[in-house]
């Protein structure tokens, strides 16, 4: 009998997970259909094109197409990884990566709490609006921007080094430079977006806490430190294991348009990589294979991100 009833008990458990569903469903089916245009774009433009990542294990011919292309199994990544090109390519991504998490990450957490403390809204609201304006434009015109600004010739930031008797920097052209440009550039246009996100979870704190807080005589950086950053924990780590999982982008259509032939040693990431190979070479099947092992490190990153924030912080994003 008690056997019966353990066969019994996972059957009765999923009926009733249904009648919720379906009880959840014609209680809000007004949430459920608006919810549908989003799940069509998704399996549209992100799931049906998964199908193409089978041509990293092809010789693809754009004229034979998927079906008529020769197998080539793991030949591709065999090559991927024995390219001398690789190694460099890989040890860019990493160091670029890496310098935007430790100088970058942490820039919109501190504008959101200083932000958060300003009491004059005739100044907060203008600076707010100021750090978050660069987001919107295109790295097209950031790259156009600070090309002019940084310029060897007639630059106006080596205009001015040149007045207080200094030598021209040649900030697009000096592998030593190069990649703090991009740190530097990527800060000034992104920080402002973090700075909203994090701004938004300040706004669900509750100001009783505060108000608590003072009253024991809590000073402006205690209450930081035992209210304000406890209650960005979720965001912050939403924020970090999402970066995590994007540590092999490594900013690249801020590279592509940024840099050139002479800082390739510094500057050449996998994003730029599979550009050149793949649309400079015409060799898709080889693109294709290093795209799927960048998606697939990231994969694994946001899933032993999480498991790890879970493990040691009780907190993830599921």
Do not use: C
């Not at 550009?275 to 294979?289: H, I, V």
């Amino acid at each position: 009998m008690d056997r019966l009833e353990l066969d019994n008990a996972p059957r009765s458990s999923s009926r009733s997970y249904r009648r919720k569903l379906w009880s959840d469903i014609r209680k809000d089916w007004d949430l459920y259909i608006a919810l549908l245009p989003g799940i069509a774009f998704l399996l549209l433009f992100k799931y049906t094109p998964m199908y193409g990542v089978v041509i990293a294990f092809q010789d693809f011919n754009i004229f034979s197409g998927i079906e008529e292309s020769p197998w080539a199994g793991f030949a591709h990544f065999e090559r991927l990884f024995q390219s001398p090109k690789f190694a460099q390519v890989f040890w860019n991504t990493i160091v670029i990566s890496v310098l935007k998490i430790v100088l970058l990450f942490p820039l919109p957490i501190v504008l959101a709490i200083l932000l958060n403390e300003l009491t004059k809204m005739w100044f907060k609201r203008p600076v707010q609006t100021i750090i978050y304006m660069p987001h919107f434009l295109s790295w097209v015109i950031v790259s156009g921007l600070f090309m002019d600004l940084l310029s060897i010739n007639g630059g106006l930031v080596n205009r001015m080094i040149e007045w207080l008797g200094g030598e021209p920097i040649k900030f697009f052209l000096d592998n030593s430079v190069f990649r703090w440009l991009l740190v530097g550039t990527a800060g000034w246009k992104e920080a402002g977006w973090g700075t909203i996100v994090y701004l938004a979870a300040l706004s669900s704190i509750d100001p009783q806490l505060y108000e608590a807080a003072k009253i024991d005589g809590a000073n402006k950086f205690k209450q930081i430190l035992h209210i304000t950053l406890p209650g960005l924990v979720p965001v912050i780590l939403l924020m970090f294991i999402l970066r995590l999982g994007n540590i092999l982008e490594a900013g690249t259509e801020q590279i592509l348009v940024m840099y050139n032939p002479v800082v390739y040693n510094v500057s050449d990431v996998i994003g730029t990589y599979v550009y050149r190979t793949g649309l400079g070479e015409q060799n898709y099947s080889f693109s294709a294979a290093v795209g799927l092992f960048e998606s697939i490190v990231g994969f694994v990153l946001i899933i032993g991100g999480n498991y790890l924030s879970r493990r040691f912080l009780n907190r993830g994003i599921w």
